[in-house]
């Protein structure tokens, strides 16, 4: 369906726990955070209807994140269910990589066609730095894992941050070199303790400018070769087989073709990434609405979707509140 400014909405990122694996610096705090409660969240059979709402008004691919997606117990099953609804094309995943050792299989298994993992450095110190856990082996034994099972749809998720993993960005691109994979730089946006924790992001900018120095120019991939794909501009690089992609979050707005929607784990349906705007779910579902009037109240509220994030406007008084871990990226 279309938005009021005509954008397209054919994508949902869900949300299935605010808990996680991993404590990332700029995500989330070490201590004092205040977890869902199983009755908060929403269960599958809830999910599944609003997956179900959503994909009769269009939307063709369902993304799964958290927190850490998968230390949701069933999500395997989860994934089975949703790529049995009719309409959708793609059921994918955001993850830290932590579990993907003992779960690929499973996943793969049960139909999950793609794979985003997040990988901000390839050096285990530094990974337990920006985690706060020593577990950098893992992800690379769950990326091993994955290739090996012939996944082809993978791609990277890194936030380069000065002083923290900035000069190893070359080294972090040269995964597309070894493997065709997408290695995606992401800027570091406001929100959560991103800032608090004196993390200051490299604007993708630069992180361009130091590719093409390592590595010569930078060849950019047409857009709209999938109508599903992201905000990301790709790009081949000389002798690299897989590409690089940058996510401009602050500097160039990615607004303007924004195709997704957000549902957190308690069930509210988020219209914009930075801003408060959006629907209750679980009340109505928990109120016994039928699928008909839920298919309403999702085209109404995707109507209303917000044109911009607004994160650079300080004034923003719509800004939410929920951190990454809440929302999913
Ligand atoms: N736990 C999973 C993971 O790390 O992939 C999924 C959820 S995590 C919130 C999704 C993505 O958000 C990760 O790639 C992470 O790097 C990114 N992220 C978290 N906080 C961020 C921030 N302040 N700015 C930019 N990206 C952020
Ligand atoms: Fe967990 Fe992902 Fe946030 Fe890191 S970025 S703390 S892995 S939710």
């Given at each position: 369906m279309l938005d009021q400014y005509e954008r397209k909405i054919e994508y949902v990122r869900i949300s299935?726990?605010?808990?996680?694996?991993?404590?990332c610096r700029y995500c989330?705090?070490?201590?004092?955070v205040t977890k869902l409660c199983h009755a908060d969240i929403l269960n599958f059979a809830e999910i599944l209807r609003v997956v179900r709402g959503l994909a009769a008004l269009g939307v063709k691919k369902v993304r799964l994140t958290g927190g850490?997606?998968?230390?949701?117990?069933?999500i395997t099953d989860l994934i089975r269910q949703i790529r049995q609804v009719p309409g959708i094309e793609q059921v994918v995943l955001t993850t830290n990589?932590?579990?993907?050792?003992?779960m690929g299989a499973d996943l793969l298994q049960a139909g999950l066609t793609g794979l985003n993992i997040s990988l901000d450095t390839l050096r285990p110190e530094t990974f337990a730095q920006i985690?706060?856990?020593?577990l950098f082996e893992r992800v690379q034994a769950g990326l091993e894992q994955m290739l090996s099972l012939g996944m082809t749809d993978i791609k990277f998720n890194c936030v380069p941050i000065y002083e923290v993993n900035d000069e190893e960005i070359p080294a972090l691109a040269a995964l597309a070199k070894d493997y065709s994979v997408k290695v995606r730089f992401i800027e570091l946006m406001p929100i959560g303790c991103a800032y608090e924790v004196g993390y200051e992001g490299v604007p993708m900018d630069e992180v361009r400018a130091r590719l093409t120095k390592a590595y010569g120019s930078l060849h950019p991939v047409g857009r709209k070769i999938d109508r599903l794909q992201g905000p990301a501009e790709y790009y081949k690089v000389p002798g690299f087989k897989g590409q690089v992609g940058f996510i401009d979050a602050m500097e160039h707005k990615f607004c303007a073709t924004c195709n997704r929607v957000r549902l957190t784990a308690e069930g509210f349906l988020k219209?914009?990434?930075?801003?408060?705007?959006?629907?209750d779910l679980r009340a109505l579902l928990r109120n016994g609405i039928s699928d008909e009037n839920l298919k309403l109240a999702l085209r109404q509220a995707i109507y209303r979707k917000p044109a911009e994030h607004l994160f650079t406007d300080r004034e923003n008084t719509a800004r939410d509140s929920r951190a990454m871990y809440q929302v999913g990226g």
């Open positions: 299935l726990t605010d808990r996680c694996n991993l404590r989330m705090p070490e201590e004092g850490e997606p998968l230390v949701r117990r069933g990589g932590v579990l993907l050792p003992e985690t706060r856990r020593p219209l914009c990434l930075n801003q408060k705007t959006g629907l």
